[in-house]
């Protein structure tokens, strides 16, 4: 018999997470705090619920994909979360991506009611998420690793275990380090075009099958180019990530100028209210310093 899964936060992540677990045979439930969201995946064949701890009393597998530490301590500790309806033995899989230290604890309380928890963020944006290619960094023991791993495999294409409890979150922000030093290099290398004059299409062709290429040039260039801010992953989110990157490298004494650097210009986006639009908006603030608009009027 498959193991019934529940899962909360229907996010943009979110959604095309659970459709991938419904077309790979799995009954799955779902808790969103806007009740909408729940609506949407109902017509997918999901079951809504009323609260994390109806969800978790139903299920044996948790999922929960939220935005940050504060809403992951909610739905597993709060008066109605997880830790209130989970069975001895459920597994509960936080796949947002927050705090390192907060995980260990989080997993701890679980412990004590005899619920297992793996942290495992993603990477791939809201592509992979719709697509069932995300990339999964796994922290816990390897039991529990192998008994999510049906579930993962319908969510991800590269799934590695990389330790312990927190390690999954620790290895999650080694990612975002280099997605936004891609995303800021990709945005000066297109603010550079511009001013040289040259075609951008053209260039982003030349460039991106050589050494300097990479997903986020292919990925996310053609939408600067076309000046569309639509969100693979959103500002938001992406200045909450450098947060957390930043307050552990402080914690363990590790130097990140250039990251320190970025979360800065993501702040000033943030301030010009641009926090809904995608991580690649991170041109509109070196723009605002040049005078200059990648693919405006030369």
């Not at 928890?117 to 998420?129: C, I, R, T």
């Not at 363990?252 to 210009?265: C, K, N, V, W």
């Not at 702040?267 to 040049?290: C, D, F, P, S, Y």
Request: aromatic residues 4%; negative net charge.
């Amino acid at each position: 018999m498959s193991e019934r899964i529940g899962f909360i936060g229907l996010g943009i992540m979110g959604r095309g997470m659970v459709r991938n677990l419904l077309k790979a045979g799995f009954a799955v439930q779902v808790w969103n705090r806007t009740a909408a969201r729940m609506g949407e995946l109902a017509a997918d064949g999901a079951q809504p619920t009323s609260s994390p701890a109806e969800l978790a009393r139903q299920c044996d597998l948790i999922i929960t994909c939220v935005s940050d530490t504060p809403d992951v301590a909610a739905v597993l500790l709060g008066e109605q979360g997880v830790i209130a309806g989970a069975q001895p033995g459920a597994l509960v899989i936080d796949m947002s991506t927050i705090s390192p230290q907060a995980t260990q604890e989080f997993a701890a309380r679980l412990a004590e009611r005899g619920v297992h928890m793996l942290d495992a963020p993603v990477s791939g944006g809201s592509e992979g998420a719709a697509k069932g290619t995300l990339s999964i960094m796994v922290g816990g023991d390897a039991a529990d690793v192998e008994r999510a791993m049906p579930v993962f495999q319908a969510m991800g294409k590269t799934i590695t275990h990389v330790g312990g409890t927190g390690a999954g979150q620790t290895v999650k922000l080694v990612n975002q380090i280099l997605v936004v030093g891609s995303m800021q290099a990709m945005a000066e290398a297109l603010l550079f075009a511009q001013a040289g004059g040259v075609d951008l299409e053209k260039t982003l062709a030349a460039v991106s099958g050589g050494a300097g290429g990479s997903w986020t040039l292919s990925n996310r260039g053609p939408q600067v180019i076309r000046r569309d801010w639509r969100p693979g992953f959103m500002i938001d989110l992406q200045a909450k990530d450098l947060r957390l990157v930043l307050d552990a490298a402080d914690d363990l004494g590790a130097p990140l100028p250039s990251t320190a650097l970025i979360f800065q210009l993501y702040r000033t986006l943030q301030a010009r209210g641009l926090g809904k639009e995608g991580n690649h908006a991170i041109v509109k603030a070196l723009e605002a310093m040049a005078g200059i608009e990648v693919g405006g009027e030369r």
